[in-house]
């Protein structure tokens, strides 16, 4: 035991030397952003006034037209929207469900219909149900079994993980690939289980596809709450020719034309490296995806905020990007990407926060290991701010298409533990943020933008950042 | 860089080895409880069938034998009851209170009498106000200006502190001691403003002391809502002769008899060195306790049933204490010390939970270097779980009466951020309590007093463990 104490000591003190300087940078974010900060303000604007923007929606468009005049306010050296053309489904009016055991026998139970999913026939969809765990129980089933019945996806989200996004990871083929791969065996439709760690009574949209699969086949497919998805589950084992009925009007529409939002400070001595910083501005159309991604938004705009307010000037320079269409599409995150490879952008370092607005324990990130090293040794650094968590594995949907053989990527990783009670759910909620968690996220994310900016990257490397 | 990391790598190497049976062990208790835990159904049994438990209340006696039955319910080897004379006071009446700029021209504002204050006239007290930002002030200002007041304490938790405890330490002075100061310099009542980082309408209770003052000399004091403190502190600025009325009930009746309720786990290498576990049983009488210190109640009591569910029989004696009146008094921490001190047992380890049951980051410790450099070479078997706060510094107030020279005293450290939201207030409700982070909670208490009681303490010591 002695002795690893000893390393550490020495390893802690070789590191605390050259940090200074930084350690006080760090604790002036901290301390403006918890003091005076302005990321809480924006999200209540954004959730309680704009409230949901799915891509192609009204919200969308203002959140658009918001989040640009506040940059606007901001005094960066540029500010500009870059157009995206995105998916545009709507879900239409409420859906309606129930389970009917016997003639007269039924249950009501709340359902949202999935995100691209097609539409019931107007009267609505009525048919037998299977239950299975998972899409690898079809071809046991197979057609006989299949044919002319609803399949219901109940495989819950495993508890026992303790990062819920692995648990997310590990159910959520069955609301993504359920209907396609179902209605290959004849399946009329598609329930899945919402995902959803909670027993409660909120069902979790989310998108789907059908990939290319002909029109004629594509059945409609709709969450169910976790209660009613035991509920059902638990009735079938007593009456397993019961009815499920369900009713959705969603439709898909032709594309239109939306943007991303993006503001920049121009870099003093290294303009040319690129760091970007970001959260997806449109949502699902249930809550006001105040956690998703309402809170990566306004943290990332907090960023420059804290950088103008704070009196930093940045070496390289450091871009905000809102991107639109992340939930459907991933539109504006390629679209991004596909610009800054046309303009020979060089991107060392982008880094999005989309997985809530709770408090932060550390980051994700995608890099060599040379990289990885160097984020590692500036982990004393968080230390004050409890931010412990450095570790490989993945950054953000929205700047992993701008991965390239040089640069690092990064995501926010707050706690994780709530957030799937709110993920996709109308209880995704400006409520359900706290001030506090939201500010010390934005202040980890300037920390470490902060470091990028004033290091770079470790690795040698061209001028081509070309993917 | 390079060096640390291959400092870190071997250190982490010479500790993995001995670690595997423990790795499984731990495993197996954060399965349990986040696959078949039992504490969140405790704590909704506490918090909703039970609700508020104020030392002397009926629902303090309510929950003394709901606990003790659930106890006797899990197959230990003792469960029993240890008498606690605890004070009893009583809230009364709702509070009433407004703010007067003119004859006439009114604001109600939300108030509560702190514990222990004596009540005001029945018609109420009206008096001018003195706004201070501390205790400090009085004395500046001297008893011209304070003579015939009510003095309105309206220093705000630091924003800007990480720790939401630090913070508090840094307000609390004004409610405990706030009201005997100032009735020092002549005032007539005292207005607290409630230690919430939150903007809110919630007033936080919690206890206050006369200390020895003559009764003569005491004045009645209550907390006022963060939002209604910005309120007056705002209208005393327009117009400084405002009057503040209000009226409480509260009164102190005489000391009743209550219980530490506790169970045991006989050792069965070492019977006689004993650890203990724990919470406290009583809460405030706003809201239901969930999280203080509901959640410490449920969380000890799983320890124990998880020892039982995974099969593990401890060398040691495991004893949850669930103790009587830690809010107002004290009397269970200590009379639970005396006892054992009378008894001449040796308590060689004691974790209480108390700081709610928000997603747990670690423990503090108070105990030796030697044993510290002990506790920290276990953190690698808590990286899994996100484990990572192993800090000196406090433990629980419960417990603290048990240090010694010999023992190591520790308290569970969740995420601090929302405590101060719910604390002593109307809102600390069981729907503010996550399940998975109670039951994380749970298995990170489970895992250490494992570890103690697998390695017991590792400073030479004799057999007494006297204080």
Redesign the interface.
């Known amino acids: 035991?002695?002795?690893?104490?000893f390393?550490?000591f020495?390893?802690a003190f070789?590191?605390a030397q050259p940090f200074v300087e930084d350690q006080k940078k760090i604790k002036n974010f901290?301390?403006t952003s918890?003091?005076e900060g302005q990321s809480y303000e924006w999200l209540d604007y954004l959730s309680n006034r704009i409230g949901s923007r799915l891509s192609g929606s009204l919200g969308a468009e203002r959140a658009v037209a918001w989040t640009k005049s506040v940059l606007d306010s901001l005094g960066l050296d540029r500010v500009y929207l870059q157009p995206v053309k995105v998916p545009k489904w709507v879900r239409g009016s409420k859906e309606f469900a129930r389970i009917e055991t016997a003639p007269g026998v039924t249950f009501n139970v709340p359902i949202t219909a999935l995100g691209g999913s097609v539409a019931t026939p107007s009267v609505g969809l009525k048919a037998a149900v299977v239950e299975v765990q998972g899409i690898e129980d079809l071809a046991a089933l197979g057609r006989e079994k299949i044919e002319g019945k609803i399949v219901f996806y109940n495989r819950p989200m495993q508890?026992?993980l303790?990062s819920?996004f692995q648990a997310y990871s590990g159910c959520v083929d069955q609301r993504y690939d359920g209907a396609r791969e179902a209605s290959e065996y004849g399946a009329v439709g598609v329930i899945v289980r919402s995902m959803n760690?909670?027993l409660d009574d909120l069902p979790h949209t989310g998108s789907m596809s059908y990939g290319d699969q002909p029109v004629y086949k594509r059945v409609p497919a709709a969450a169910i709450s976790t209660n009613a998805a035991e509920k059902l589950s638990y009735l079938l084992k007593l009456e397993p020719n019961l009815k499920f009925l369900f009713r959705q009007q969603c439709k898909t529409y032709p594309d239109v034309w939306s943007s991303n939002v993006i503001g920049e400070i121009k870099g003093s001595t290294f303009p040319n490296e690129i760091i970007v910083v970001g959260g997806h501005l449109d949502s699902w159309d249930l809550g006001d995806g105040a956690h998703d991604d309402g809170a990566g938004v306004v943290q990332s705009m907090e960023v420059l905020r804290l950088f103008k307010a704070t009196g930093y000037k940045p070496k390289r320079t450091i871009r905000v990007v809102l991107f639109m269409n992340e939930e459907n599409g991933l539109r504006g995150g390629n679209a991004y990407a596909d610009s800054a490879l046309q303009n020979n952008e060089a991107h060392i370092f982008a880094l999005e926060s989309d997985a809530g607005g709770f408090?932060p324990?550390g980051f994700s990130f995608t890099c060599a290991d040379e990289e990885f090293?160097?984020v590692?040794?500036w982990k004393p650094l968080f230390k004050?701010?409890?931010i412990?968590?450095f570790e490989k594995g993945g950054s953000g949907a929205d700047v992993r298409p701008l991965k390239n053989k040089y640069n690092v990527l990064a995501g926010l990783r707050p706690?994780s533990?709530?957030y799937f009670?709110h993920h996709h759910a109308e209880n995704d909620t400006f409520d359900a943020v706290?001030?506090?968690?939201l500010e010390?996220g934005a202040a980890t994310m300037t920390s470490l933008v902060y470091l990028y900016d004033k290091y770079g990257l470790v690795l040698p490397r061209t001028n081509s950042f070309a993917r």
């Open positions: 035991m002695t002795r690893l104490f390393l550490l020495i390893g070789l590191h901290y301390d918890l003091l508890a026992n303790i819920t760690l909670r408090t324990r090293a160097q590692e040794s004050p701010y409890l412990h968590y706690d533990q709530r009670d706290n001030k506090r968690e010390l």
